[in-house]
């Protein structure tokens, strides 16, 4: 079968191979787990500096063991040399760094949280009086355009109160705890619905939050601006070390978490003042691992 030949095959007869190395007649050379190399002693001087250099450029360690014709190997005419070579395991050369990416954005989304919390003895007439609270909140939010699929309970709990007595554990009454949640498009709103609900029997805000309906676009674009960052990061890294960076990255980790910072209050509200509620810009933060290889100049 013709193939290439390089400049150690022309004066040795050697080849080079992914798997092994060859000699041409009148030599046979396979390759098996062994440390020493078997040559004549004539061969030995000429092709030393070539196998050496052949052994020395493989990516993996290469036993040899050669066996010369015959004739030859009944002669006895043989030496033994031992490869001076070890493969080495080379380690990768990586940069390892962490991006962060972040895009603001406008809300246009307001979620309200509040509701009612009735102390009574009688657990009944704790219920009667917070259900006729949760009532009354729903019917204003009607009458001023929330519709009713845009308000719903997200927790309702009964709790029993007890005061200590010398050391005694004593009764007192129970709670009840009504919450309700408003999600409305209309933010400028967001005061005013606070105050609405609380003139109809709240005394409960737990939180106001401002979120946007396209996050996972500002999110995507937060997530590019983490890969550059990161790129960035390594190019500054490699070039302080004065290398070569492959910009492809080997590795990208998306690193979740808590990547929203919307306006947030909470408070136990009972007050007359108007709310005034400035829902501002969300950040919106995209964090990333990545890892990238370099080369010394």
């Known amino acids: 079968m013709a193939r290439n030949r390089n400049m150690a095959d022309e004066i040795t007869g050697f080849h080079c191979g992914p798997f092994g190395i060859r000699v041409q007649q009148p030599f046979k050379i396979h390759t098996h ?26 990516c993996f360690t290469m036993f040899l063991f050669i066996s010369i014709k015959d004739d030859l190997v009944e002669s006895g005419d043989l030496m033994y040399y031992q490869s001076p070579y070890r493969a080495v395991k080379s380690k990768s050369k990586i940069i390892k760094v962490a ?37 009354n909140i729903i019917e204003a939010f009607a009458k001023a355009g929330i519709p009713e699929n845009e308000v719903k309970t997200v927790d309702y709990s009964i709790h029993p109160q007890y005061d200590y007595v010398e050391g005694r554990q004593v009764f007192k009454n129970y709670r009840i705890e009504h919450m309700l949640l408003i999600k409305t498009n209309e933010i400028n709103r967001a005061g005013a619905l606070v105050d609405l609900a609380i003139k109809n029997g709240a005394n409960v805000v ?77 950040e919106i933060i995209g964090h990333i691992q990545a890892e990238f290889t370099y080369a010394s100049l």
Request: hydrophobic content about 45%.
């Open 33 to 58: 787990f062994l440390d020493l190399a078997v040559i004549t002693w004539p061969e030995y001087k000429l092709m030393l500096c070539h196998l050496q250099v052949i052994l020395k450029q493989s």
């Open 206 to 282: 737990s939180s106001v939050t401002f979120e946007t309906s396209k996050y996972e676009m500002f999110y995507r674009k937060a997530l590019s601006l983490a890969v550059l960052d990161a790129l960035r990061k390594a190019e500054t890294i490699a070039e302080t070390f004065n290398t070569q960076l492959s910009k492809v990255p080997i590795s990208v980790a998306e690193i979740t978490g808590s990547d929203i910072s919307p306006y947030q209050t909470k408070t136990i509200a009972m007050y007359e003042a108007a709310t005034s509620l400035h829902p501002g810009k969300l």
């Open 99 to 135: 991006g962060k990416g972040k895009v603001s954005a406008e809300p246009d989304i307001a979620e309200i949280r509040l509701g009612v919390s009735i102390e009574n003895v009688a657990s009944a007439k704790a219920q009667e009086d917070a259900a006729k609270a949760v009532a």
